[in-house]
């Protein structure tokens, strides 16, 4: 399963963004999807999650910034953020559960620079 984001970029504090991640391969099915952020030295953390059913799950921090979505047809996740501020600057990550394989796969990353 290859993971490819999208949708990164540079934007001024209080700006939006829309982050895409596209899941491609064969005979995979999709239950959990989630967004990782890293910023400059820290960790990688947990953004937000959504499951199969559209059920989701934020971080405190992007709590009604950020919103996570899917089309399960398509294979797709989003993740809207408004209100962006210096502190969301970080590459931006996809994560997907595969369960057919019992695996979970990264996207490569994508990088987000929110400007004051």
């Known amino acids: 399963v290859q993971l490819v984001e999208y949708g990164g970029g540079s934007v001024l504090a209080g700006g939006s963004l829309r982050l895409s991640c596209l899941a491609s391969?064969?005979?995979?099915?999709?239950?959990?999807m989630a967004w990782y952020r890293q910023g400059p030295g820290t960790q990688r953390e947990w953004v937000a999650s959504i499951n199969r059913g559209g059920s989701a799950n934020y971080a405190d921090s992007v709590t009604g910034r950020f919103r996570i979505s899917r089309d399960n047809t398509r294979n797709m996740m989003w993740l809207q953020m408004i209100g962006l501020q210096p502190a969301d600057t970080a590459v931006y990550y996809c994560?997907?559960?595969?369960?057919?394989?019992?695996?979970?796969?990264w996207g490569q990353g994508t990088q987000v620079t929110v400007s004051a």
């Open positions: 994560r997907m559960f595969d369960t057919a394989r019992g695996q979970w796969y």
């Open positions: 391969g064969e005979a995979f099915d999709i239950s959990d």
